[in-house]
């Protein structure tokens, strides 16, 4: 046994990957050319920073434009860009460009970090990630340069608007907006019709996943080739907006003319699952909507995607399978298509873990920290789905409930079912099955 090699596994790969860019992006704050007050940033906001950042959540104790300096907002960037793409593609791209050999379990993690159906066709598939992030950030810089160019100046307006191009594709929520006011987000352009389509678009294509953008890629707009994935996300996605908007719509932002609602409320339901951006001041939300941001946060992005969250998919199934127990059927179905029963096991672990987790950490940070547990159960929320909304509390939060946000945001970018998996030991074969009984629910 001494001569036993330690085998790492690939969601080990996938976990450590994370770690170690935050703790890379952690000490890159922490130097004194990072931070504009004398002397370097406390250790912990530049741990809570770069895991947020790392982890493209959004969520922030030091407002981004007037804490950091261009080297520190520099270093958010880069970690919002590998974050989003993934720690595991960033560095098996960077394998691929340099002409080295991408070996089995390389492909392996991969297929397993982009939640790709099979290993073969891996690298097609990065080169297609890799091309597809450069033209779409590089088309959204392009598109928000007027608005930021006019604003503050050709250089820095460049600058911004390369950086909330990645930020918003990434769906990472991070914004130079703070100038106009600290942690403002994109409020003061709620109305810009310009900003609010450029941004809406860059976060739907990186929230959507890079499979269903290559099912779109190989055939177009015929629906019906799509894999079921591909199927599934799109029409969950598209529900998942339609709802919030109908909702923020007529009931929510009453003190603004019915036709001055219109991008609030579409600007929320898309950046409400994942992306973190803001145009309308959240705590004056009622809670019935503050609920309902709760649950749609939790949801989070598509697999495979810049998102986290626990996947459009996996309520998608969850919804799927209530509907044929109601109906009697005694297989889940979709598109002609049955879902095999393990998919149904891990969604219904999934939203458990979700909701187990959010609700448990809301509850210490509202005893410790005295807050209402509504207020919290909203940030651990953001924090699960790795969305960066608040209402207000983050940078108020004491050193215990600021760990456990940091927690729940590596959880949600990693994946429950990964980080789970990463500290078991692998499954052994060979054995038996149990005698079966029934148990009555319902």
Not at 136 to 160: D, N, Q, T, Y
Not at 226 to 247: C, D, E, G
Request: proline share 3%; charged share 10%; with cysteine.
């Amino acid at each position: 046994m001494a001569g036993k090699r330690f085998r790492i596994s690939t969601f080990q790969t996938i976990s450590l990957s994370f770690l170690i860019l935050i703790a890379a992006g952690t000490a890159l704050l922490m130097l004194p050319a990072a931070s504009l007050e004398a002397g370097s940033a406390p250790f912990f906001d530049c741990l809570f920073t770069a895991a947020s950042a790392s982890c493209v959540t959004g969520l922030v104790v030091r407002d981004t434009a007037t804490s950091w300096t261009p080297f520190g907002q520099t270093v958010i960037f880069f970690l919002i860009q590998i974050g989003g793409m993934g720690v595991v593609t960033a560095a098996v791209a960077t394998s691929f460009l340099s002409g080295r050999k991408i070996g089995l379990m390389q492909r392996t993690t991969m297929q397993e970090a982009l939640s790709a159906p099979q290993v073969g066709g891996i690298i097609r598939l990065t080169r297609f990630i890799l091309v597809t992030t450069a033209a779409v950030e590089a088309i959204g810089a392009f598109l928000l340069f007027p608005v930021f160019g006019s604003r503050f100046g050709v250089l820095k307006g460049l600058g911004m608007a390369v950086f909330h191009s990645v930020s918003a594709f990434c769906n990472a929520g991070f914004d130079l907006m703070g100038e106009t006011g600290a942690f403002s987000s994109l409020t003061s352009l709620s109305q810009h019709h310009w900003t609010n389509a450029v941004i809406i678009l860059l976060i739907t294509i990186g929230g959507i996943g890079f499979l269903t953008w290559d099912d779109v890629r190989q055939h177009g707009f015929r629906f019906r080739r799509y894999r079921m994935q591909s199927k599934i996300i799109l029409v969950t996605s598209a529900a998942l907006v339609l709802i919030p908007f109908l909702y923020f719509l007529f009931y929510e932002f009453q003190d603004l003319p019915f036709g001055h609602r219109i991008w609030p409320a579409l600007f929320q339901s898309v950046t409400l699952r994942t992306a973190g951006f803001n145009t309308v001041d959240l705590t004056k939300i009622s809670g019935s909507g503050q609920a309902l941001m709760i649950f749609w946060m939790l949801v989070g992005g598509s697999p495979g995607s810049t998102a986290g969250g626990m996947k459009t998919t996996t309520l998608a199934i969850l919804i799927l399978a209530a509907r044929s127990v109601l109906m009697r059927r005694e297989h889940v179905e979709c598109f002609g298509r049955r879902i095999e029963d393990v998919s149904v096991r891990h969604a219904v672990a999934i939203v458990l873990l979700y909701f187990i987790l959010a609700l448990t950490a809301a509850m210490v940070i509202s005893q410790i920290d005295g807050l209402p547990l509504l207020t919290c159960l909203f940030e651990t929320a953001s924090a699960a789905g790795t969305v960066g909304l608040t209402l207000g509390i983050t940078g108020s939060l004491g050193t215990v409930s600021r760990i456990l946000i940091i927690l729940l945001m590596f959880f949600g970018r990693v994946g429950g079912l990964t980080l789970i998996y990463a500290m078991q030991s692998p499954v052994r074969g060979g054995q038996g099955a149990l005698p079966v009984e029934k148990i009555t629910v319902g």
